[in-house]
């Protein structure tokens, strides 16, 4: 179940984020590898760019070595962004302040910023990108407002209030597509997560329902085997007519626990196929109590039960089938009785013996009872079980005669 959740993984992967988008519960493949091409091409841009900027804007400082190493050295900072986020996007920052504090042209020069910012958020540390993006702004309106007098390029002129403006609004702008980021990627995240647990969910129910289907085959059988078994030995020199029956019916019951078993384990094997054969319903009540007379055991049936859907139908089956069992394996009383009672929307089941409980338990893992009320309680019914007050015991079953899908 597991390795197909993982196979159908990827098919989905666009619908809830793209590919390279990674939640906090993913392996971070690029936490181990250095991002360098996206980096080799973020700093390709900025040296272009910087350098087209630089003839437009003549009256700015020209670009010289130092710019130079300043935009390189904010550019390949990205390249431990995704390691050490907190510490790239004060260095970029950093980096683009002393560039244009130097009076170098504006530029590309604030794109390393940029994806730092938007790396640190999407990792988790909001206040250190906000911190480093206000201290960027601040440095940038004490540099144009007031500090232009001294810095160069010489003669150069305080910014005006569009200026201003246009660079409060750019901040704001990288501010509101971060925190957008932020929220899609928490978003998909949580979807990511709802699927895994849909899925474990899933496969819970199903481990359940298998051992739930096994256990009602195997004790039922085993405890026919181990009863007939016990009269085989017994009779083997006295009766061996009676012995040989006893074995044929081992025989018998060991054949049809395995058919359940192999009907059961190719179910599981084949994902997505129907099942070969149909699954037991009350229709093989008289099989059943065939193989609780060979265990020794008389079963008294009344009433017929109502039109069933087939997951009731299989309900009732094996709850009738675990009652019988646990009769055999764990009473005194050698008669049974099962009563059906139904009024067209609900099926009242009976299984009644007269005791006394003889507390062997002929290898039984005592799952029984909890089994019949998961069955139960899967079809919206209720299932009551215990001693009677004159020393019996009672197993009475309420279920729905239809379940909603079936309708």
């Known amino acids: ?21 990674r939640g906090p519960d993913d392996p971070e493949p690029s936490a181990s590898r250095t991002p360098w091409r996206s980096t080799a091409l973020i700093t390709a841009f900025v040296l272009v760019g910087a350098a087209f900027a630089a003839h437009a804007q003549p009256h700015r400082e020209p670009l010289d070595g130092y710019a130079r190493v300043l935009l390189l050295a904010g550019a390949v900072l990205l390249l431990w962004r995704h390691r050490h986020p907190v510490f790239v996007v004060f260095g970029t920052a950093t ?4 560039y244009l504090a130097a009076g170098y042209p504006y530029g590309p020069v604030l794109l390393p910023v940029v994806v730092a910012c938007f790396r640190a958020v999407v990792a988790g540390h909001r206040r250190a990108a906000w911190t480093a993006l206000g201290l960027l702004w601040a440095g940038h309106a004490l540099v ?12 150069d002129k305080a910014a005006t209030a569009g200026q201003e403006i246009v660079v409060t609004t750019w901040v704001l702008a990288v501010v509101a597509v971060c925190e957008l980021a932020r929220v899609r990627r ?25 051992a739930r289907e096994l256990h009602d085959v195997l004790a039922h059988s085993i405890s026919v085997i181990n009863v007939q078994a016990g009269v085989g030995l017994a ?40 099942p070969r054969a149909p699954a037991p319903g009350l229709d ?19 009433g017929e039960p109502a039109q069933l859907s087939p997951g009731v139908d299989l309900a009732a089956f094996r709850i009738v089938q675990e009652a019988l069992t646990n009769v055999v394996r764990h009473s005194g009383s050698r008669h ?51 001693t009677r007050p004159d020393g019996g015991f009672r197993v009475l079953a309420v279920l729905p005669a239809h379940t909603r899908g079936d309708r």
């Open 1 to 21: 179940m597991a390795g197909m959740e993982e196979q159908r993984g990827p098919t989905y992967r666009w619908r809830h984020g793209p590919p390279w988008w």
């Open 95 to 98: 980096a683009a302040l002393v």
């Open 144 to 155: 144009a407002l007031w500090l232009y007098r001294v810095l160069p390029p010489p003669g």
């Open 235 to 274: 009779l083997l020199d006295s009766d061996p007519e009676q012995a040989r029956t006893a074995l044929t019916t081992i025989k018998a019951a060991s054949k049809e626990a395995l058919g359940e078993v192999r009907q059961g384990l190719d179910t599981l094997r084949a994902t997505g196929a129907a």
């Open 336 to 386: 049974a009785r099962v009563r059906f009672a139904h009024d067209g929307a609900l099926l009242r089941l009976r299984v009644d013996d007269d005791g006394p409980a003889t507390g062997t338990e002929a290898g039984g893992s005592g799952n029984g009872l909890a089994g019949m009320r998961e069955r139960a309680a899967a079809l919206g019914g209720t299932i009551e079980a215990g």
């Open 284 to 302: 093989r009540l008289p099989e059943l109590v065939e193989q609780a007379a060979a265990a020794g055991l008389t079963v008294d049936v009344r």
């Open 186 to 210: 928490e978003q998909w995240a949580r979807e990511r997560a709802d699927r895994a647990q849909a899925a474990r969910r899933r496969a819970d129910e199903e481990r359940l329902r298998i």
